[in-house]
Nanobody
Framework: QAPLVEYGGGLVQPGGSLRLSCVVS????????MGWYRQAPGKQRELVAT?????GTSYAYSVLGRFTIYGSDGTVDLQMDNLKPEDTAVYYC?????????WGKGTQVTVSS
C-alpha cells in the first residue's frame, strides 16, 4: 500500500514553532482522511488533528489555537506554534483508506529549554 513519509520533527524551545509534513508516496486513491497523532512515554496514542478529504478539520482541545492542520490530496502538514514541554512526543501521520488505516513510522518532537 501507499507508504507515508514524515519529516519536520526536532528539538525546539518552549514557545517555539515546528512544522510537520506527511506525504503519501504511492496512490492517493481511496484516502478519506489524513491526520496527526502523538504518543508520549507512559501515555496512549492520542489524536492531535485530522483533515478530511473535503477539507473539514478536527483538533484536540489541548492544541486548539496553537496548531493548524492543512494540506491537499495525499499530503497533510501540521503547523505547531507556541509549543509547550507537554507537546513532547512521537508524532505519527495516519492515512485512512477505504480498506484500512496506514501509519507512518513517527517523528520525534522535543520541546525543552
Amino acid at each position: 500500500q501507499a507508504p507515508l513519509v514524515e519529516y519536520g520533527g526536532g528539538l525546539v524551545q518552549p514557545g517555539g514553532s515546528l512544522r510537520l509534513s506527511c506525504v503519501v508516496s504511492g496512490s492517493i486513491i481511496g484516502i478519506s482522511e489524513m491526520g496527526w497523532y502523538r504518543q508520549a512515554p507512559g501515555k496512549q496514542r492520542e489524536l492531535v488533528a485530522t483533515r478530511e478529504r473535503g477539507g473539514g478539520t478536527s483538533y484536540a482541545y489541548s492544541v486548539l489555537g496553537r496548531f493548524t492542520i492543512y494540506g491537499s490530496d495525499g499530503t497533510v502538514d501540521l503547523q505547531m506554534d507556541n509549543l509547550k514541554p507537554e507537546d513532547t512526543a512521537v508524532y505519527y501521520c495516519k492515512a485512512t483508506y477505504y480498506f484500512g488505516d496506514y501509519w507512518g513510522k513517527g517523528t520525534q518532537v522535543t520541546v525543552s529549554s
